[in-house]
């Protein structure tokens, strides 16, 4: 890197790595969970909103005696 070209670049790079690693917190920058869990996630919040505005709407009376559910209407 451009900045680590000179020695003083070189210590102050190493001093902030060695007090984020020392520093005790252990925030992490990624998640464990899998891909597929969030998508998963992501889609049940998806039709709970999409069924929230489906029992809202006054459109499709008739439609929502027989799918009162949007999960149903897959």
């Known amino acids: 890197m451009k900045a680590h070209n000179d020695k003083l670049g070189k210590e102050l790079a190493d001093q902030i790595t060695k ?16 891909k597929s869990a969030v998508i998963k996630q992501i889609q049940v919040e998806g ?5 929230k505005e489906w029992d809202a709407s006054t459109n499709g009376v008739i439609t929502k005696t027989f799918f009162p559910a949007i999960v149903d209407r897959e």
């Open 47 to 51: 039709e709970l909103e999409w069924q």
């Open 19 to 34: 007090k984020a690693v020392n520093s005790g917190e252990e925030e992490t920058a990624h998640s464990r969970i899998p």
